[in-house]
């Protein structure tokens, strides 16, 4: 339901009070003049007296910011006006979907003042998307996130086993589900089954499901492992299937190392677990069918393979049997004297080609042996000890032609080097005429005349000696003068 705001909130004050705004009204002392806080508790009172308690507001959602205290702000508009909202933490908490900018949504609450910045805002308890219901939003939004990350891909299914021996389920034990499973699976009698009772709808069913999973995952070592995992419930609303489609459980559900069969509602009925399933049964008693599938049929294909097994020996003796008659027919078994002899031939034969084989190799040693043999001679001792020492005269004369050459250059470079730095020399700088004073007390050198103090010893250092002096003052006239 709407309310309209056409009249001020003095006017609403007045109203309730029996009394009429007055066209003109007299200036007012200090002393009756109103407090901004009197003020804003005036407006809060009318707000109270004329709105009812709780409103329906329908507008569009903008400016949505949820601060870390989990306390929820935001603003809804239509064309011509907008009006702020709160919703706090624990109305907050309740939200099953995911607010955003430009959702049109219902918001039920009370409108308040907040004082501290003298405006009015509707408290939100509740909101309802319009068009859909809340349940529905936060089905379609989760599961447009988690299709992004990729959890209902194909490829990242596990595989079911072929021949499953042990079977988890995870329902609760007093449902029609866990029953209808048991009728399916009672009827394999080697199978081992073993029941993880959970809460299947209401709060918190969803952490526990979760869990559950978690520690099957964990410790199925200790009951002799796990093959596969049954995950069911029976049919219901939207609202009682919930549980399956939290986050939280579809997560669980898509990072279980042990296949997850799931069977959960009737067969109209798809949760956000079921995409993230290895299987997607539409009902438990369909999720047990499949599980058993392949042992319905094992007594038949047992039969089947001990059939083919025995054809395929059969047919192994046969073919054995054939090749053992065409080995006796054959000709060496016939004649084995003249496949002897045909061997003795190859034997000569090849007798033969090895001693032939024997000579050419040892003419060729012989050839190489009489090449070393002449190749040393010309390589004597004495004969390469003469060519050596050639080599190592001239090896000496070149090396010591190079070596005066590098002494003569080294003693050239260092007489220019010993010229230069004669001629940059401070002695040189004296020789030419210049000299170089110091404060006799500091033996700091006089740069500037400013630097001189009265009363100071100068050194002035010239060529063949040094000259001392002492400033005085040029203002005060010398006592000789």
Known sequence: MGFGMAEGFFDIYQKTKGRKAKADVPAASASEALTVSQVTKLVEKSIAAGVPATIAVRGEVSNVRQQSTGHLYFTLKDVGACLNCVMWREAAGRLKFKIADGVEMIATGRITVYPPQGRYQLRADTLQPVGQGALELAFRQLQEKLKAEGLFAPERKKQIPRYPRRIAMVTSKSTAALQDMLKVLRRFKWLKLSLYHVPVQGEGAGEKIAAAIAHLNQRSADVGGVDVILLARGGGSLEDLWAFNEEIVVRAVAGSKIPIITGVGHEIDTTIADLAADYHAHTPTEAAQIVTQHWKKAADELSMNRTRLRRSLRQIVLDGRAGLTAIERHEFFRRPKDRLQILGQILDDRQRAMSLAVSKSLRTID????????????????????????????????????????????????????????????????????????????????????????????????ADGEVESDVRDSKQLSLFE
Do not use: C, W
């Not at 090896?395 to 007489?415: F, K, M, P, Q, W």
């Open 367 to 462: 050839r190489r042996m009489n090449e070393m043999v002449h190749r040393f001679q010309s390589v004597h001792p004495r004969h390469r000890l003469a060519l050596a020492r050639k080599e190592l005269e001239s090896h000496g004369r070149r090396l010591r032609t190079v070596a005066l050459a590098s002494i003569r250059d080294r003693r050239n470079r260092l007489d220019s080097l010993d010229h230069q730095l004669t001629a940059l020399s401070p002695q040189a700088v004296l020789n030419r005429g210049y000299s170089i004073t110091t404060i006799r007390k500091t033996g700091k050198i006089l740069r500037s005349a400013s630097e001189a103090k009265p009363g100071d010893r100068l050194m002035t250092r010239l």
